[in-house]
């Protein structure tokens, strides 16, 4: 079946399972931005609207500004 853009993926990371190798995938093959722990890098747990924007020169894996992995980040995310 075909990805539409109300697609919402859910991941559930395991270490030791292959994760990265899916996080991977889904950023390089799929094109999918990911709200994780990464967004609130550079300083971007600071901003005031929810954005998406890419690390460092990695054109590639995209992510939302929100730290989706804690429920500091994820009140956060619901406030802003």
Do not use: M, Q
């Amino acid at each position: 079946e075909p990805l539409t853009d109300s697609d919402t993926p859910a991941f559930w990371h395991i270490a030791k399972a292959g994760g990265s190798t899916f996080k991977d995938i889904f950023a390089l093959c799929y094109r999918l931005t990911e709200a994780c722990e990464v967004g609130i890098r550079d300083g971007h747990d600071k901003d005031t609207e929810i954005g998406a924007f890419h690390i460092g020169g990695n054109r590639f894996n995209k992510y939302v500004n929100v730290d989706t992995t804690n429920i500091l980040g994820l009140d956060r995310a619901k406030n802003i």
